[in-house]
């Protein structure tokens, strides 16, 4: 168990709808990263945020947007989804001493029919 | 653009036999990592080599790396069917830890 937690486990929505994918981080870790896991395009970075600061951008489509609550917890929105846009949707978070080590949270599955 | 390569992207072995699996990128980075994914589960970190020559071992498997080649290998001595998963290395790019991924290594080990 990483420490790193994520909901829902799985989604099933239909196109053009609008998900949010939650992430809760190591306690004490401050930042937080999105990646998400496809057949077609692999494992890609989409986006980073530190103590609830924008910090990198990826490969991160104009239609998906993130935040970090003042809390640490993060959010990543995916709206007018496409079917292209099913994948597994990781949450990572680094901090404390191995500041660059990151440690992955178990995962969203999204599917869109 | 840093690209990361692995070779070979589907390996079957049978137990006890070793080999390796490589690891190229493209530009210089400070560390270097690796992963192991079982099917429909999570990252699990397995090693970060953090310089030139670094070397560490866990069980049946080792890493390596050489910066100045841009080469990490894993290399795996006397298969068992729990090594079974895929594996993926990673680096960081040097003006963030956003890591970029290879494809992955999808390693069967076969009795």
């Known amino acids: 168990d990483s420490g790193v937690t994520q909901t829902p486990k799985h989604l099933i929505t239909a196109t053009g709808q609008r998900v949010t994918l939650r992430c809760s981080p190591r306690s004490g870790d401050l930042s937080v990263y999105w990646y998400q896991q496809s057949l077609d395009q692999g494992l890609q970075f989409l986006i980073q945020y530190y103590n609830g600061e924008e910090r990198a951008k990826g490969n991160i489509l104009e239609r998906f947007s993130a935040q970090q609550l003042p809390d640490l917890h993060s959010e990543l929105n995916l709206s007018s989804l496409e079917l292209g846009d099913s994948a597994l949707y990781f949450c990572a978070s680094s901090g404390g001493t191995d500041y660059y080590e990151q440690y992955f949270g178990p995962g969203t599955r999204l599917t869109v029919t | 653009e840093l690209k990361v390569e692995q070779n070979p992207l589907f390996l079957s072995m049978q137990e006890g036999k070793n080999y390796t699996i490589y690891c190229n990128y493209s530009t210089t980075s400070d560390r270097l990592y690796w992963y192991r994914q079982d099917p429909g589960k999570s990252l699990e970190s397995l090693f970060v080599?953090?310089?030139?020559?670094a070397v560490k071992q866990e069980g049946r498997l080792m890493a390596s790396l050489d910066t100045k080649a841009r080469l990490s290998t894993l290399h795996i001595t006397a298969a068992v069917h729990d090594l079974s998963a895929t594996y993926f290395c990673a680096v960081d790019s040097n003006s963030g830890y956003a890591l970029n991924f290879g494809k992955g290594t999808s390693l069967l080990v076969t009795p």
């Open positions: 080599l953090l310089s030139n020559g």
